[in-house]
């Protein structure tokens, strides 16, 4: 459970220009060995692994620069790989294949053996998985791989360990905290100032002699990142943690960016501030497309971008914290995440879902390694649509953003909060339809919906049956009960 930290450094022209030299050397000793193993990957079936030998690369940046290099591509390569293997899954959960088929296809996607050339036999049997279904697995996977770019390893931030900087406090001088010393090959041992801040300093855990260099975008200058071990903390943050809510919903809002089945409107104004970005956004990119260039080659361009990351970032994470610290639940369930919003440019919308997409996923697997709260997300389909109380699902019930009103039993509520309750009914009756198609979805909640709309006039006649009784004449009382007259002077 690492965490890393943005330092602020005072390093000279000269220091600058070395460590810059030495990451453009990095990053093409990197994309050498991406360009292996994808080799590997389609022709043995299989990358060569993270001990995989890297002698070859050695002239690049060094031997021990180079072994750091295979550590980073190998998880990067491995991350892109789970997640298309996730989508494999999904592709065949979904589809209309046989259940031996499908289960065939399971057995290749979970061993990775989509382009292995050994047999695969499917627990419990003892012969081959049959040349077709193998052909199958590998079509699927060739289509799931084509909708995505490879990861490229030109763009990776160099992380360094001891065998090539040594981050230590300064010994005499005043004007820094630490000194990052740098030994790369052919070039003399040289130091770099760091200067901390109070999140550093305060931030618990046990610091790592690991030093991440990150360029910025212009390609003149660079940051640098300190790695903290948290392992231990969090162990005891979680330890510390009482949850009051077993389980929380949570919708993804317009006006608001988060709204909880307890009523809570978290993250308002969030869109009116990405309508006034995306409008300069807008403006750029056009001006740099009509002079022949490109949007990334304008510095207020991508200050924007960088601008917007920053919002998404710190309002994701600031309505996250806010909901554990008013209901600490065990567990937040969420819709599987979009982030499109209506009203925005193509441009941003991209930009606000890759963004939004990696930081709400990562800000929950923090929470999870520091509180222990599980998260887990539904197929968001009629949420929006679909009365928290009767269960009727009708796009009538929507009126405007804000407002909810059910056509069948008149609830009413803010929209997103009924949705949030949706989320939250859905996941404690495990109906999570995360491999669902949206028809099937609306199949399922129109059936159910009906059961309970029997079952309720049911139990109306049964008991209008049990109650009803000859009426009495005026005058009498009913046998065997005593009537009770009160005058007007005693009511």
């Not at 004007?175 to 740098?182: E, R, V």
């Not at 309002?315 to 610290?325: E, K």
């Not at 819709?335 to 209506?342: G, H, I, K, S, V």
Request: some cysteine; proline content about 3%; glycine content about 8%.
């Amino acid at each position: 459970m690492i965490r890393a930290d943005t330092i602020r450094h005072s390093a000279n022209a000269g220091k600058v220009e070395r460590v810059l030299g030495f990451t453009r050397r990095y990053r093409a000793c990197a994309a050498a060995i991406a360009a292996r193993e994808w080799r590997a990957f389609f022709e043995a079936g299989a990358f060569s692994g993270k001990y995989g030998n890297v002698s070859a690369f050695n002239a690049y940046c060094g031997a021990a620069p180079a072994q750091m290099a295979r550590a980073q591509v190998m998880a990067m390569l491995g991350g892109f790989l789970a997640n298309r293997q996730n989508e494999f899954r999904d592709a065949v959960t979904r589809s209309s294949l046989g259940s031996e088929v499908k289960h065939a296809l399971h057995t290749i996607n979970g061993r990775q053996a989509w382009f292995s050339r050994e047999d695969v036999v499917v627990k419990g049997e003892t012969a081959p998985i049959p040349a077709e279904i193998r052909r199958l697995a590998r079509c699927i996977m060739r289509a799931v791989l084509h909708r995505h770019r490879r990861p490229n390893a030109r763009g990776i931030a160099p992380v360094l360990d001891i065998r090539t900087v040594t981050v230590a406090p300064a010994a005499s001088a005043r004007h820094s905290d630490l000194w990052a010393s740098f030994k790369l090959v052919g070039q003399p041992v040289f130091s770099i100032p760091l200067h901390t801040h109070a999140h550093w300093r305060g931030r618990q855990g046990k610091r790592c002699n690991v030093l991440q260099v990150v360029p910025d975008a212009s390609g003149t200058g660079f940051s640098v990142r300190l790695m903290t071990d948290m392992a231990e903390a969090f162990a005891e943050s979680r330890a510390a943690y009482l949850p009051r809510t077993e389980r929380i919903g949570v919708d993804f809002g317009l006006a608001t960016l988060m709204a909880t089945d307890r009523g809570d409107l978290l993250g308002r104004g969030f869109l009116d501030a990405m309508r006034r970005l995306d409008g300069q956004l807008v403006a750029i990119a056009r001006h740099r497309m009509r002079a022949g260039g490109k949007p990334r080659d304008s510095a207020r361009y991508r200050r924007l971008v960088d601008r917007v990351r920053g919002i998404v970032k710190t309002r994701i994470n600031t309505a996250l914290n806010r909901i554990v610290s008013l209901h600490a639940p065990a567990e937040i369930v969420v819709e599987q995440l979009d982030f499109r919003m209506p009203g925005l440019s193509r441009r941003l919308n991209r930009i606000i879902t890759n963004c939004g997409r990696a930081v709400f996923r990562a800000k929950l697997a923090d929470l999870k390694d520091r509180f222990g709260i599980e998260a887990a997300e539904i197929n968001p389909a009629y949420t929006s649509q679909e009365c928290s109380r009767c269960g009727y699902v009708a796009r009538e019930n929507r009126l405007s953003q804000s407002r909810f009103r059910c056509v069948q039993c008149g609830h009413t509520a803010h929209a997103d909060v009924d949705g949030a309750k949706v989320i939250t009914a859905r996941r404690s009756r495990g109906l999570d339809f995360r491999f669902t198609a949206r028809g099937q979805v609306l199949a399922e909640l129109q059936r159910r919906f009906g059961e309970r709309r029997r079952r309720h006039h049911h139990h109306v006649q049964r008991g209008t049956k049990a109650s009803s009784r000859q009426p009495i004449p005026k005058g009498q009382s009913q046998p065997g009960r005593t009537e009770i007259r009160l005058s007007h002077e005693s009511q």
